[in-house]
């Protein structure tokens, strides 16, 4: 059966089998420089369902902004059933600035769902909400590590939901953790909107990394698969199950100083593992960090440089460790050149 509706956003209607880019106006510069929200919106010839995938709400986090870029790119798309609206780059401000934040020193991601009349972090919240997630049924969002700070890939969602748990495990990421809802955020905005959403996180702010990047492509083929907007490869090969971790908690500084860290991201660790040392600049004092309990490195700091408290290892556990530290391992080798292809003429990030 032929789609016959037009998509429609910001006014502009797309009709079916057409791609079209626009851009949703945010508050000018303070040079009077007009800014842009820039969405592709895909609108496939046959019904089905409205996905969302957006990258860049933190501006410094730019993983997301290539994994979007490279799925834009496959042919496959051409088979599209239903709409994929792609948002490279949420927080503009941000992504120009490098920065996280936007002008304001406001967290995009704690505004939402915003309001026309607030401040800028909630009036950009407010136009994504009233022109992208009220279009959609589902959304996924990409996010990294904060900086000096890398995240193995994984998924984080309310897995208490059966069809979010589905989706969940389509993207195939070797970890899967139930995560709380955060005040402001656009997870929970979105899910009081009755729209299901996953947040992929991976890698480090500032900072392309390939593996991530590879399996943020593959994730969101596998979801786009689950939900019948692409049509299924003739020679299936089985994709990754994910683990779900039963809990998740930060290692902290027990003092300040110079880190050196000795374990791996992704790496199988055991309770009273020495994670790494932390020592003062001449070596005579030395404190070691333990790992509390056993599980594995789902998130580390990248700098040596470490204050008391700080976080720097972040641990997951899980009720069937083995199982776990062989999905971590399967990620790994899978996301390798090559899982999914590139588009033509794009080489691996190195």
């Not at 003092?255 to 003062?280: C, F, K």
């Amino acid at each position: 059966m032929a789609n016959t509706a037009p998509f429609t956003i910001n006014g502009v209607k797309i009709a079916p089998g057409e791609r079209r880019t626009i851009n949703l106006p945010i508050a000018k510069l303070y040079t009077h420089t007009s800014l842009a929200m820039p969405v592709q919106v895909l609108h496939g010839r046959q019904p089905g369902p409205q996905l969302f995938v957006s990258a860049a709400i933190h501006g410094d986090e730019i993983n997301g902004v290539e994994v979007i870029r490279r799925l834009l790119r496959l042919p496959i798309l051409e088979r599209l059933r239903g709409t994929l609206v792609a948002i490279p780059i949420v927080n503009v401000h941000g992504f120009l600035d490098r920065s996280r934040y936007l002008p304001d020193r406001r967290d995009l991601n704690r505004s939402f769902p915003g309001s026309e009349q607030g401040s800028l972090a909630s009036r950009i919240a407010h136009l994504f909400m009233s022109e992208i997630v009220a279009r959609c049924q589902y959304g996924v969002d990409l996010h990294t590590g904060a900086i000096h700070r890398t995240n193995l890939p994984q998924i984080r969602a309310n897995l208490d939901d059966e069809q979010t748990l589905h989706l969940a495990q389509a993207f195939a990421a070797p970890v899967l953790i139930n995560a709380n809802l955060r005040d402001g955020s656009l997870r929970q905005a979105a899910l009081e909107q009755g729209v299901r959403m996953l947040l992929y996180e991976a890698g480090e702010a500032l900072r392309f990394d390939e593996a991530s990047i590879r399996g943020g492509v593959s994730g969101l083929l596998y979801v786009l698969r689950a939900l019948r907007m692409l049509p299924r490869p003739l020679l299936r090969r089985k994709p990754l199950t994910p683990v779900v971790a039963r809990s998740s908690s930060w290692v902290r500084a027990p003092e300040s100083g110079v880190l050196r860290a000795l374990v791996r991201l992704g790496a199988r660790v055991e309770r009273g593992d020495l994670l790494g040392v932390i020592a003062d600049a001449f070596g005579e004092h030395e404190v070691p960090v333990v790992a509390p309990a056993d599980g594995i490195i789902v998130g580390r700091t990248q700098l040596p440089l470490v204050h008391e408290g700080e976080a720097l290892f972040h641990l997951a556990r899980f009720h069937e460790m083995e199982t776990a530290s062989r999905q971590v391992e399967a990620f790994q080798e899978s996301v390798q050149p090559a899982d999914e292809p590139l588009p033509p003429n794009d080489a691996p990030i190195v």
